[in-house]
């Protein structure tokens, strides 16, 4: 049974940082393309950053409003993804989701994605 579970979220105050991570189990995800969403209350999900295997290397994206401040990694030792956040701003609250998918297919939907995890709340107070 495949699961992704996401821990590392919480409270913190404007400026600060947190590092997500989401564990995979259930298959080895070393050639899978890795994602994380989010979604604020009353608000759709939507893309954060994406970690894509394109057959020879990994190629990573960023959503424009993380750029510079989100960085996606993986660990394929630990079958492990991770969202290093710096910097946050009150409107990067939500619930962060980690996603996982074998298809090639746009990066930035969610349809695009076949496992997901639980979600973890990170709270940016101003």
């Known amino acids: 049974q495949v699961q992704l579970v996401e821990s590392g979220g919480g409270l913190v105050p404007a400026g600060g940082s947190l590092r997500l991570s989401c564990a995979a189990s259930g298959r080895t995800f070393s050639r899978a393309h890795m994602a994380w969403f989010r979604q604020a209350p009353g608000k759709e999900r939507e893309f954060v950053a994406a970690?894509?295997?394109?057959?020879?290397?990994?190629?990573?994206y960023h959503a424009d409003s993380v750029k510079g401040r989100f960085t996606i990694s993986r660990d394929n030792a630990k079958n492990t993804v991770y969202l290093q956040m710096n910097s946050l701003k009150p409107e990067d609250t939500a619930v962060y989701y980690c996603?996982?998918?074998?298809?090639?297919?746009?990066?930035?939907?969610?349809?695009?994605?076949?496992?997901w995890g639980q979600g973890t709340q990170v709270s940016v107070s101003s």
């Open positions: 970690n894509r295997w394109g057959g020879i290397y990994y190629t990573n």
């Open positions: 996603a996982a998918g074998d298809r090639y297919s746009d990066y930035k939907l969610s349809l695009s994605y076949d496992y």
